[in-house]
Nanobody, 122 residues
Framework: QVQLVESGGGSVQAGGSLTLTCKAS????????MGWYRQAPGDKRELIAF????????YTDSVKGRFTISRSNKDKTTVLLQMNSLKPQDTAVYYC???????????????WGQGTQVTVSS
C-alpha cells in the first residue's frame, strides 16, 4: 500500500522560509513525476511546482525564483519544496502529488498527500 505523508508546514512571518517534505511509503519501483499543489480558502487547487524523473522542472509564475522543488538525495521517495521569501498570499494548504509505480500495481498510479497548512503573516 502506498501513502504520501507530508510534513513541514506551519506559521511564518512574511519573508521567512519553510521546507515541505513529502515521503512516499511502500515499495516504490519508479517515480515518473512529482508535483506540489496548493489550495487557499475559496480557491481551486493549483499546481505550483512540478518535476519529472528526467529532470524537467516548472513553476507557476507566482512562485518562480522563490520556491524550489527537488528530490531528496538521501531518499529518492521523498520530494521537497523549499519556500523562501514567503508572502501572505502564499497562505494555503499544500499538497504533494506523485505519479509512481509501486508493488501491488501493474502500472503507474497517481497519489496525493494529506495536505499541510502554511500560514504567512504580514
Amino acid at each position: 500500500q502506498v501513502q504520501l505523508v507530508e510534513s513541514g508546514g506551519g506559521s511564518v512571518q512574511a519573508g521567512g522560509s519553510l521546507t515541505l517534505t513529502c515521503k512516499a511509503s511502500g515499495t516504490i519501483f519508479d517515480i515518473n513525476s512529482m508535483g506540489w499543489y496548493r489550495q487557499a480558502p475559496g480557491d481551486k487547487r493549483e499546481l505550483i511546482a512540478f518535476t519529472t524523473g528526467r529532470g524537467y522542472t516548472n513553476y507557476t509564475d507566482s512562485v518562480k525564483g522563490r520556491f524550489t522543488i527537488s528530490r531528496s538525495n538521501k531518499d529518492k521517495t521523498t520530494v521537497l519544496l523549499q519556500m523562501n521569501s514567503l508572502k501572505p498570499q502564499d497562505t494555503a494548504v499544500y499538497y504533494c502529488n506523485l505519479d509512481l509505480w509501486a508493488r501491488g500495481f501493474s502500472s503507474y498510479q497517481n497519489f496525493w498527500g494529506q495536505g499541510t497548512q502554511v500560514t504567512v503573516s504580514s
